[in-house]
């Protein structure tokens, strides 16, 4: 699970741990911060060894020996959070070796909003990347009204992510 979040509340990784908790898939943490080496992307000539000495290196590991990753975010101006849009930019240095792994994917987001719309940008981003990379979409929890981790234990989305993870 690539579970991203700025805030201390961490109401997004929160309903993506019950999401997971059915299955047995790393969750993928970092120590030295993704994003903060300025040196220039693509500077491998793609597929590294990455300029960039962070720990990305980990991410990178884990993403070409798994079987699925999850992405969890909160919804941010109507995008995924700019902390796992780090992560996702850092997939250019091993694009084709991820696009050979045909890894299944699932998304699973909390926003304050419950409107029709509330998730169509970063739904359309998440198609479009998994289309992209080549991943095999098993699914999307979208949790509409899940403002803050109370908010969210009070809905139905954890279950909801729950029984994605239950069954794959
Ligand atoms: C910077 C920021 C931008 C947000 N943008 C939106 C938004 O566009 N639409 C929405 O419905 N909620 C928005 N929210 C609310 C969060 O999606 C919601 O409170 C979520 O539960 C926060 O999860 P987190 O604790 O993991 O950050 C925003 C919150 C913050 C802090």
Known sequence: MVART??????????GIRGVSALAFPQIGHKKRIGEDRRCCMRCGYEGPC????DNEIV????????MV?????????GMSAQLKTV??????????LNSRH??????????NADDRTFDALEA???TLV??????DMGMVLGCGCGSPSMTRRSGYPEKAYQLGRKL
């Open 60 to 67: 990178r590991r884990t993403l070409l020996d798994t079987d």
């Open 125 to 127: 981003n998440y198609k």
């Open 88 to 97: 996702i930019d850092r997939f250019c240095a091993y694009n084709s070796s």
């Open 6 to 15: 700025p805030r201390e509340s961490r109401n997004a990784p929160r309903m």
């Open 131 to 136: 289309r992209y990379i080549n991943f095999n």
């Open 51 to 54: 300029v960039q000495k962070d």
């Open 70 to 78: 999850v992405f969890a975010t909160p919804l941010y101006y109507y």
């Open 103 to 112: 890894l299944k994917s699932a998304l699973l987001t909390v926003a304050w």
